[in-house]
């Protein structure tokens, strides 16, 4: 569960690095709170997939690059390239975000 907790934090700060700092979600008094938010609203989206996107998302949150990902799982470098772009795009839908293909 930890590699896959680092994958949250790191998507967390991702979100919050698209948004202007300091402007709060919907709901949010502070920033504190909409970090919160982000958080909790990631943690249900992970939950929502698959546990081979949860595992494949945590891997390369870890740091993991799509050769050592590929190694770990048997698949080419390709197949983990295109397995992680689904992935992200699955995460996104449940995020409610627009796609950026």
Do not use: C, F, Y
Not at 6 to 20: E, F, P, S, T, Y
Not at 48 to 58: C, G, I, N, P
């Amino acid at each position: 569960m930890g590699q896959v907790q680092a994958g949250i934090n790191l998507a967390v700060d991702h979100m919050r690095q698209r948004r202007w700092v300091g402007e709060p979600r919907d709901g949010a008094t502070s920033s504190h709170e909409a970090g919160v938010l982000d958080r909790i609203q990631l943690k249900a989206a992970m939950t929502r997939l698959s546990r081979a996107d949860r595992l494949l998302l945590a891997m390369r949150a870890a740091g993991l690059n799509n050769a050592e990902i590929g190694a770990v799982q048997g698949r080419s470098t390709d197949a983990i390239k295109m397995a992680l772009h689904r992935a992200l795009r699955r995460l996104r839908a449940e995020l409610g975000e627009a796609d950026e293909d």
